[in-house]
């Protein structure tokens, strides 16, 4: 040891008597850097409150709490920081999804009598808990190019243009294993899709399952709110991937790729073994009409409860709309069927080619279950109307759907004009085009405006689908020579406020004219309750558009529940099957009570 080490201790010593200047510092202040981390900022309007700060924090420091001005695509939490914990490392800061959460440069906040609880006190919300802070622009954010998540979708291989342009074979071919793990990893798990999804599915749990390689488990997970998983997987609308917290900077969790994923990498034969569960009958009989989406759904919740189950279907097989209104290079029938076969092999009885009101009555229906749930869906094509809409070179959208799935033969001739904007439209004028016809779409809007699925207009630009937006219809005439000629002006877009809708408002003195072979309207389609009789009937109110029901699809005959596309109005996949299931757990709670 030598003399320093000795005397060292005592070099301390000779700082006890000088002034502490910490003091002076708080009192009088003293400027940070400008890109000091100082206490936090957080902006109310990006924030979503998916807790990745919270995940992400080291000393356990933010806690999401619920705050009162929750938005859509929210959680309707708040990140609220403890400064007694914080290290100001700004991880949550370089990990903030929207891009939210930052840091002042103001470092210090004196209390005047700290007598009461210090934890409560250096507690806040940011972005709530307004501080003198707020307005200060300096301080630390996200330096530009730095990211700790992965901000793009991991690519979906699909065919080509060319190689579908004459086919049906399903043009998206599914992830890998090794894709599928990498886009699961993107994953925050901050759950906000859950609460978008229409049948709630538990999405961060199976896309988790995706990650760790359990299939089972994710199947498992799927299953517990949506028996059409294999369906989803393809064709859903995905309301989940609007809100996910990557889309606010990057690009959402293909959630719905994941979905079909867990599905293909099981084989039919697996499903029961994996999805096994014990049915105890309850004696008690429930009859769906219609084996659609919502029906099917219903159908399997009803049966894992215990009651026995008969589906009363017209055509000759099963699927409603998604047989009979989707093309099968969106959803080959082989992954259609493998969804149905699983819900029938557990018992549930379906009658193929049976028609209510013809082959059997509605009142007898009625009598014979106890109790009986509609959901026939939507298959009653809207007509143009416009002069001329009742010419035979006229056929619907949905017809031409049909009778492609039905292997009933097309003739469109060469030139075809689709009138529509939705995806049954964007169905029928692809499907056209692979019959081998030059299609032209005629949209009353504009392009912007259209309720089509944004993948399958650009899958329709892409497959040379020719595309006249703010085209109004006002005649179409049958040519002489052969095949018809069909009418339109131009419309200017007219806005009128309070969040409507621009209207089309046709510009005076324009007329243009397309010829074509066939016209395919697509603008809609409605109910038929022909089919309907008797004193169930009766006793069942009906609105303008629908039957009326509460919230659970419970009719005013209570014996009588609907679901699907004639409910809900929303007209897709999932959101019939999420009615099936609400209306089944419905029906349970009616006859067990």
């Known amino acids: ?51 990745t700060c919270a995940e992400i924090c080291q000393n356990a420091t933010i806690d999401m709490v619920p705050v009162s001005d929750a938005k859509d695509g929210d959680s309707g939490l708040r990140p609220r920081v403890d400064y007694g914990k914080c290290c100001w490392c700004a991880l949550c800061v370089d990990i903030c999804p929207t891009g939210s959460l930052t840091m002042s440069n103001a470092y210090t906040w004196v209390e005047e009598g700290l007598d009461l609880d210090v934890r409560e006190t250096y507690c806040y919300i940011p972005g709530v808990d307004k501080k003198d802070w707020d307005d200060n622009n300096l301080g630390y954010v996200r330096p530009e190019g730095y990211e700790l998540l992965h901000l793009d979708r991991v690519p979906m291989p699909h065919l080509n243009p060319e190689e579908r342009a004459n086919s049906f074979i399903e043009l998206v071919k599914g992830y890998s294993r090794e894709l599928a793990k990498r886009e699961a990893d993107r994953c925050i798990q901050c759950g906000i899709c859950t609460a978008t999804c229409p049948a709630h599915m538990n999405i961060p749990a199976y896309i988790k399952a995706v990650r760790e390689d359990d299939i089972e488990a994710g199947l498992k997970f799927l299953y517990e709110t949506n028996p059409l998983p ?28 994941l979905k079909r994923y867990l599905t293909d990498c099981v084989e039919s034969e697996k499903y029961r073994e994996i999805l096994s569960s014990e049915i105890v009958a309850n004696d008690k009989k429930i009859a769906i009409i219609g084996a659609g989406a919502g029906g099917l759904s219903a159908a399997y919740y009803l049966r894992l409860m215990g009651y026995e189950v008969e589906i009363f279907e017209q055509n000759h097989a099963a699927g409603g709309m998604l047989r009979y209104g989707i093309p099968e290079y969106r959803l080959p029938y082989d992954k259609l069927d493998k969804d149905i076969d699983f819900i029938l092999s557990l018992g549930v009885k379906i009658h193929l080619n049976t028609c209510i ?44 759907l049909s009778d492609v799935t039905n292997s009933i033969p097309v003739e469109l001739g060469k030139k075809v004009i689709v009138v529509g904007g939705g995806n049954v439209a964007m169905d029928a004028a692809r499907t056209a085009k692979r019959l081998g016809a ?96 008797g004193e169930a009937k009766a006793n069942i109110s009906f609105g303008k558009w629908n039957i009326e029901a509460d919230r659970w699809g419970q009719t005013s005959d209570h014996k009588i529940f609907i ?25 349970d709670k009616f006859l067990s009570p």
Request: with cysteine; net charge negative; charged share 25%.
């Open 230 to 257: 294999g369906v989803c997987g393809r064709i859903c609308t995905r309301r989940c991937e609007d809100v996910c917290a990557l889309a606010h900077r990057g690009e959402a969790i293909s959630i719905r790729w």
């Open 357 to 400: 009101g013809r082959d059997i009555t509605f009142d007898g229906l009625y009598s014979a279950f106890d109790s009986v749930f509609i959901s026939t869906g939507l298959f009653e094509p809207y007509r143009i109307g416009i002069k001329g809409d009742d010419h035979v070179a006229v056929i619907s959208g949905l017809k031409l």
């Open 438 to 533: 030059d299609v032209t779409v005629l949209y009353r809007r504009r392009e912007i405006d259209m309720p089509a699925d944004r993948e399958e207009i650009a899958e329709a630009f892409e497959e040379g689908i020719n595309f006249v937006f703010q085209a109004v219809p006002l005649e179409i005439e049958d040519l002489s020579t052969g095949g018809i000629r069909f009418v339109y002006c131009m419309a200017k877009m007219v806005d009128h406020g309070d969040g409507k809708r621009p209207h089309p408002i046709p510009i005076e003195g324009s007329r243009e004219t397309l010829d074509a072979d066939t016209v395919t309207s697509a603008i809609g389609q409605g109910m038929n309750f022909q089919w309907m009789d």
């Open 563 to 587: 679901g699907g596309d004639m409910f809900n109005r929303t007209a897709d996949a999932v959101t019939a099957i999420a009615d099936g299931n609400r209306s089944a757990r419905a029906i």
């Open 1 to 51: 040891m030598n003399l320093r080490d000795l005397l060292s201790p005592l070099y301390v010593w000779k700082r006890a008597f000088e002034k502490p200047y910490s003091i002076n510092t708080l009192k009088h202040g003293r400027e940070a850097a400008p890109g000091y981390r100082g206490f936090h900022k957080n902006d109310a309007e990006k924030c979503i409150g998916c807790g």
